[in-house]
């Protein structure tokens, strides 16, 4: 079985650039959380889709973070436009109720390097 | 106002003896525990978890044990073992929140010594 895939692995921009990362969550898990991890810092939330709907996006810092999820299959984040504050690591996480439905399964993480 | 941490960012352990690696938390309302182990440039990956519950669950080598009173978590490792040298993150949830969005620690770099 594939695990949670995140695309690009890096992606370098300039400030008051657009970027666009994608995760591709386990097959058939209805639950896709987006996850920021900054310099070193804790992991934090940013937002939890259940399917096509957003469930909490308590965590998004502003509105420049756009999450969408077409279909309950895969999911984007757009960052527009990007800020230096922005860079650090966007780890996907996926899950599926109600089995397991604690244990979340990461992607690899898409650093974000904004200069 | 960080409700979970890490307050060891790195811990040293020769390779067969015991890690601990401790977690505090703030929020009385998480009643969900869990550990994950992270490699560099990979995502971090499940070890454990614990209900509140409980106080104590053991899967092999890892053991966490939950003291609600103290909110206060701790893993265990025994024996430890060079592969076991990662990033540990202590994360916390609420399962009535019906987001069950986790809530992490910092993270605490344990290095095993051959």
């Known amino acids: 079985e594939a695990g949670v895939t995140q695309f690009p ?29 900054v310099m070193g810092k804790e992991i934090k939330f940013l937002l939890h889709f259940v399917k096509e709907s957003k469930q909490d996006e308590s965590g998004m810092p502003n509105n420049r973070f756009l999450a969408e999820r077409t279909g309950g299959t895969y999911s984007t984040l757009k960052v527009q436009p990007a800020e230096l504050e922005d860079s650090g690591v966007y780890f996907c996480a996926s899950s599926q109720e109600p089995n397991r439905i604690y244990e979340q399964y990461f992607g690899p993480g898409t650093r974000l390097t904004v200069t | 106002d960080q ?7 790195s811990l040293s352990v020769q390779e067969g003896r015991i890690s601990i690696l401790n977690c505090d ?10 550990w994950y182990k992270k490699y ?8 454990i978890s614990i209900s509140s519950i409980k106080d104590k669950n053991e899967d092999g ?44 620690g910092t993270g605490t770099r344990l290095k095993v010594l051959a």
């Open chain 1, 9 to 37: 692995s890096h992606s370098v921009i300039e400030k008051g650039q657009t970027v666009t990362l994608r995760c591709d969550p386990i097959s058939g898990h209805d639950n896709l959380y987006w996850y920021r991890r």
């Open chain 2, 40 to 47: 560099p440039a990979e995502g971090p990956t499940f070890l």
């Open chain 2, 25 to 34: 938390y703030t929020n009385s309302m998480f009643d969900y525990f869990l």
């Open chain 2, 3 to 9: 409700q979970v941490k890490q307050n060891s960012p």
């Open chain 2, 61 to 104: 080598r890892f053991t966490v044990f939950l003291n609600k009173s103290a909110k206060h978590l701790s893993l265990h490792i025994v024996p430890s073992q060079p592969g076991d040298s990662a990033v540990y993150f202590c994360a916390a949830t609420r399962t009535t929140s019906g987001t069950y969005k986790y809530i992490f």
